[in-house]
T-cell receptor, first 115, second 109 residues
Framework: DTGVSQDPRHKITKRGQNVTFRCDPISEHNRLYWYRQTLGQGPEFLTYFQNEAQLEKSRLLSDRFSAERPKGSFSTLEIQRTEQGDSAMYLC?????????????FGPGTRLLVL | DAKTTQPNSMESNEEEPVHLPCNHSTISGTDYIHWYRQLPSQGPEYVIHGLTSNVNNRMASLAIAEDRKSSTLILHRATLRDAAVYYCIHSNTGNQFYFGTGTSLTVIP
């Protein structure tokens, strides 16, 4: 068990550019979550996958955001036409969804800065 | 939203016990109570979770009120490495966690 990994750890982009982040969950975890965290705030839920199916999306997830988990393993989060307000830490978590609900294990996050 | 209420900040002396309170008055009967902590520039780290009974693990203890509307995370001997933001969450589906602003714990040497 190598834990949840995220790539890249840091990303600086210019407003209007597209960015894509990757998350590799703990192997055999069928649930995967994306959160966003701004300075001084707790993480905010964005979306959740069970295997390859995206089951929940927050109203925070505008049309510029899209997430995929094509084979039920790794996931990508894409932000199109980035805005300065998108600057945040993007966190990924995974869980097995079995036994007692629902301990989520978090990755180190991808810090995005939009100039 | 499954909201919780925690003090914004707390201080503790090193080697002393710390009791971190949380109110979760909207909790439902099937909600689990989870505690996480987050060090600067890191993702949240699982600490402990429970349903009704008090729970102990190597990191901490969780005391749950009889009506389940509040809980307390207990660190038995605070160390400098325990300085972090502590989040209390309740969830009945395990699908999405609602983090508040948490409690920022300062440990004084």
């Amino acid at each position: 068990d190598t834990g949840v990994s995220q790539d890249p750890r840091h990303k600086i982009t210019k407003r209007g550019q597209n960015v894509t982040f990757r998350c590799d969950p703990i192997s055999e975890h069928n649930r995967l979550y994306w959160y966003r965290q701004t300075l001084g705030q707790g993480p905010e839920f964005l979306t959740y996958f069970q295997n390859e199916a995206q089951l929940e999306k927050s109203r925070l997830l505008s049309d510029r955001f899209s997430a995929e988990r094509p084979k039920g393993s790794f996931s990508t989060l894409e932000i199109q036409r980035t805005e300065q307000g998108d600057s945040a830490m993007y966190l990924c978590a995974s869980s097995s969804g079995q036994g007692t609900f629902g301990t989520q294990y978090f990755g180190p996050g991808t810090r995005l800065l939009v100039l | 939203d499954a909201k919780t209420t925690q003090p914004n900040s707390m201080e503790s002396n090193e080697e002393e016990p710390v009791h971190l309170p949380c109110n979760h008055s909207t909790i439902s009967g099937t909600d689990y109570i989870h505690w996480y902590r987050q060090l600067p520039s890191q993702g949240p780290e699982y600490v402990i979770h429970g349903l009704t009974s008090n729970v102990n693990n190597r990191m901490a203890s969780l005391a749950i009120a009889e009506d389940r509307k509040s809980s307390t995370l207990i660190l038995h001997r605070a160390t400098l490495r325990d300085a972090a933001v502590y989040y209390c969450i309740h969830s009945n589906t395990g699908n999405q966690f609602y983090f508040g602003t948490g409690t920022s714990l300062t440990v004084i040497p």
